[in-house]
């Protein structure tokens, strides 16, 4: 889209009506251009109305994201400054590592409508229809591979902060990597690194967050989107645009070493500390309070052996 | 090579001088037949001497090594089962990475005549001409990242087994990833992962082994070579042989959980604990006595303000 469609999209997004007129006289350009670009925008997946003497109305913006769209409100200094946006992929955490592994700069975003092989930890399959959010970003930061859950607690903290912020629910993040609302999962985070003993060389985080896609019959006793829980539709590129806000913040905290900040800011938005759990490795099963967060991210589980420090694993509250 | 031709090579390692008599009736072939192997054997660069009526003599083996001559005296379970020997690479670690990638299974080994683009920690250069030993083994241990170290110490207690039972020299482990010999680097080890918060997907370890090698005259003063050291030719098949048999072996004790052998047989052959050192890392420079290994193989130095434990850097013995 050319600067000029992105203007008029959003005047149409700040007016509920607006006439060619005030179109004309705000952007400089002629009526008969406006219907031109308004045609475009239809084509687009844009449903706009034009009413009589009274002017346009946006009914709806298309059910997939744009870049164009994506860069017209994204508010971040360098995350997404290059976006790499897909129709379709096997998994945006594979297509963002054959990316990095070719030098793409910190902050690339790759986002895609849909993921025919999306994966959570372990090889689980996430499945990613369109209207949700999938899309990973390329970091490196200057951490130890030991340090890498802390950026995965910073994209937790950044889903979670956006969600609560442009609804009235309260999702909460649940050790090690997923965001809950009312109990049922809506996000998942897949951190993926290539690294040296003490240098990671470059970190992949993958987000998949349900929106206003469907979900599978099986998956919902213990999954939800957002648009299930609010019983609305959900503006994707405002969210997407929260979240990458609020990671870019996070994640300068954590390379600026304010790791306690990130700590904090996790505890407050977790249903984890605090609960009697369950957490299963492979190795273990353990039961008992979990009771606060590791130097490194890890989940301390207070015992009746004792405290017990686990790196990750899968948690059931009791 | 075929099997005969294997089993030639073995009884000509095997005897000083042999018959052509003696290898038709071991191995049951007639003589004209071990004669045209023997001329197959000279075009690989087998140096052959044939005395008249006394039998053959080995001069010398091949420069660089053939995947025949490894399988022939690999003892191995597991590595090296599959073994990709390349003339020339970029970077053993390089080509074992993409092979992992496309799930090459743990043990496999990738062996190359020279690097062209051979490399050390934080991409330091390491030169590879030929006749060193310049190879790489994909393993999938089942340790999460922050274990990743103990597999470089199980390869440097490999390498210095191999070379202390191979030669009167007494190599010493210089942590995290150096082998020295007379205060000089004969050998480093670059561990390199791809990984999930929790599990290594793949792990490379990347041994460099300044074997017969010439190393360039600036290098001279802190590196040397076997041949070097020793004043005669060594036999890097064996060499090779001998490394990776131990380094199985301590790869399948590490497996086991008995960390505590490794870290205590590393310690054995380390020159780092108990000495006064400088650590150089990325944040700082730590002086003091290296006391002992940390949990995951970090070095513990006791400074003027108590103990610092250090993930990795660059040591300098005071």
Redesign the interface.
Known sequence: MTQTIIDIVELLKKYDLISGENISSQLHISRTAIWKHIQQLKKKGYHITAKPNRGYHLLKTPDTITTEEIKQVIKTKHFASSIHHLPIVSSTNDYAKTLAKKGEPEGSLIIADKQTGGRG??QRKWISPEKGLWFSLILRP?L???D??LT?MCAACAVTKAISELTTLKPRIKW??DILINGKKVCGI??????????I?YLIIGIGLNVNNKIPNELKEKSTTLKQEIKKQVDSVLLLSSILSSFEYFYQELNNGNILKIKDTWRSYSSTIGSKVTVST?KEVVTGVAVNLGE?GELIVKTNLGEKKI???DISYL
């Open positions: 930890r372990k200057k130890t591979p030991n890498a859950m995965t090690p990597n897949l951190t993926e690194l290539s690294a040296e003993i003490d240098e060389t492979e490194h790196l990750t694993g």
